[in-house]
């Protein structure tokens, strides 16, 4: 009998921040997945046909509720996923604060902005997450943001973490996961993000004119190591949700 392949939702808030290097992953394991603009203002379907959510970033804020209303019931959709159906969840950058948020964390702006090829450490409990297995202690990532995680939630796990950010990276029980740093990025992304206007303020506000190029330039001589980062983290999810068995 033939396995019912693994079906996503992916919950997007601007159509260039998508799963990126992700769907590489996604199509080589046979994983069926839906992407939501909300945005755009399409609508949040019912949670109980998909195996995972999956909740990418974006330009906005978690507490711009007033300019983006449709952000309170994906918050209300992020919690009944995680709290009610223990659902596997992955979030990044914004998925990441949208978790927090969802679960009585607190976000706000951050006291310093991270925008470049930076290093983020784990913690003794990331060292200990099988989420993080075969992650270095410190390894290189993609930061841009200028939100943060200032509070993680009750009962979460710090996995990963920064001076200038504490909760770069976190756990919930055994199927949640959120990253503050971009794991998902290929070659299109730094100049596809550096096109949005908000994104690209950001960087020169922290880098100064030019800014674009170099990053450009620092993320491809790394992007090996970053893919590489990427794939292990996307069997690590996996595993730990069960769709795997461990190896």
């Not at 998909?50 to 983006?68: F, S």
């Not at 993080?132 to 202690?137: A, F």
């Not at 740093?181 to 506000?205: C, F, K, Q, R, S």
Request: hydrophobic share 45%.
């Amino acid at each position: 009998m033939a396995t019912k392949p693994l079906k996503f939702l992916v919950f997007q808030h601007i159509a260039c921040e998508h799963p990126g290097t992700f769907r590489d992953y996604f199509a080589a394991d046979g994983v069926e997945w839906d992407a939501v603009e909300l945005d755009e203002g399409e609508a949040i379907p019912e949670l109980e046909g998909y195996d995972a959510l999956w909740v990418m970033g974006g330009p906005m804020d978690t507490w711009q509720e007033d300019d983006n209303p449709w952000l309170v019931a994906e918050k209300a959709a992020i919690r009944r996923a995680v709290v009610d159906l223990k659902m596997p969840y992955m979030g990044l950058c914004l998925g990441h604060q949208l978790l927090a948020d969802a679960l009585g964390g607190k976000v706000g702006p951050a006291a310093e902005p991270e925008i470049g090829i930076l290093e983020v450490h784990r913690t003794d409990a990331g060292k200990q997450s099988p989420f993080l297995k075969d992650i270095p202690d410190t390894s290189w990532c993609l930061q841009w943001h200028s939100a943060e995680v200032l509070q993680a939630p009750e009962g979460a796990r710090v996995l990963v973490s920064t001076p200038a950010c504490q909760v770069q990276a976190m756990s919930i029980g055994g199927r949640a996961f959120s990253i503050q740093y971009h794991v998902e990025i290929d070659e299109t992304t730094v100049p596809m993000w550096g096109a949005i206007p908000e994104y690209a303020d950001a960087l020169e506000n922290a880098a100064g004119a030019g800014a674009l190029e170099r990053f450009k330039a620092e993320a491809d001589a790394r992007m090996p190591q970053l893919k590489a980062d990427s794939a292990k983290l996307y069997e690590n999810f996996m595993t730990a949700c069960g769709f795997r068995n461990a190896p």
